[in-house]
């Protein structure tokens, strides 16, 4: 039996409604509906959709995943018609938190949307993160200090630029730029203002339309101790002043 006929008779049951009742919403007969049920034949695309709307379960969640599996109140429904994925809980209550993989980021970027995938990766808890869904992603690069290589930012999914707070670090997933994590600046009409920490990596805008998902900071792991960086804080400052005296001396030869 399909995922979708499995599907559709768990909902019809959670809602307590018997085949005729269901086949008289969706204007069809309690036959064929039943055929849909029993995995006999399965629904033409507009009919896919008028379920969809009838149960309230995006056509994503009703085609790929066994929603006996989860409680539909803890699913989080995007509108899009994709899914982040429902919020699972360990044996102890726990969030669980899905790991993406220091050297498999870029496959996040088509993968995001793949149940399967979200459900295949490793995970962990921390009970002190609830409400909400958490997700943890590796840092690459030095813009955004303390943090290095082989660290994680844990961080907790927003669902609309408009929730965004100035100042504020978080994990734009993207397409052109993958998975970057920065400080939030300011949101225009189409696009929203982001910096790195590091001063030397210039502030630099996101297009509204690359936005793939949306993680606030909540709390980060590092699998390195951290040192003291005395030294290397001033050769960073010495760069950072050669840098500004670079810069300056190219605007005053543009202006000859």
Not at 65 to 72: C, E, G, N, S, W
Not at 115 to 121: N, R
Not at 141 to 152: H, I, R, T
Not at 188 to 195: G, S
Request: hydrophobic share 35%.
């Amino acid at each position: 039996m399909s995922i979708l006929a499995e599907n559709i008779r768990y909902l019809r049951y959670q809602l307590k409604l018997s085949q005729q009742a269901v086949a008289d919403q969706l204007l069809i007969t309690r036959g064929r509906y039943a055929k849909y049920e029993d995995g006999a034949s399965q629904p033409p695309i507009e009919l896919l959709i008028k379920m969809s709307r009838y149960y309230r379960i995006s056509i994503d969640l009703m085609v790929t995943i066994d929603l006996r599996k989860y409680p539909l109140d803890d699913i989080v429904n995007l509108p899009d018609n994709r899914i982040v994925l429902p919020v699972v809980v360990d044996q102890t209550g726990n969030n669980s938190i899905e790991i993406i993989p220091q050297k498999a980021s870029m496959g996040y970027l088509s993968g995001y949307t793949d149940p399967g995938y979200i459900e295949s990766l490793q995970n962990i808890s921390l009970p002190f993160l609830t409400n909400g869904k958490y997700r943890a992603f590796p840092v690459e690069g030095d813009s955004m200090p303390p943090f290095k290589d082989g660290s994680y930012i844990v961080g907790k999914y927003i669902e609309k630029t408009e929730d965004l707070k100035a100042d504020k670090t978080y994990v734009f997933v993207t397409l052109n730029d993958g998975i970057t994590y920065k400080r939030f600046k300011s949101r225009k009409e189409n696009t929203i203002h982001v910096a790195a920490d590091n001063s030397f990596y210039e502030p630099y805008d996101i297009l509204a339309n690359d936005l793939l998902e949306i993680w606030e900071y909540a709390c980060s792991v590092s699998m390195q101790e951290f040192e003291n960086e005395g030294d290397t804080q001033n050769v960073k400052e010495m760069f950072l002043e050669l840098r500004k005296e670079i810069k300056a001396l190219d605007y005053k030869f543009s202006k000859k």
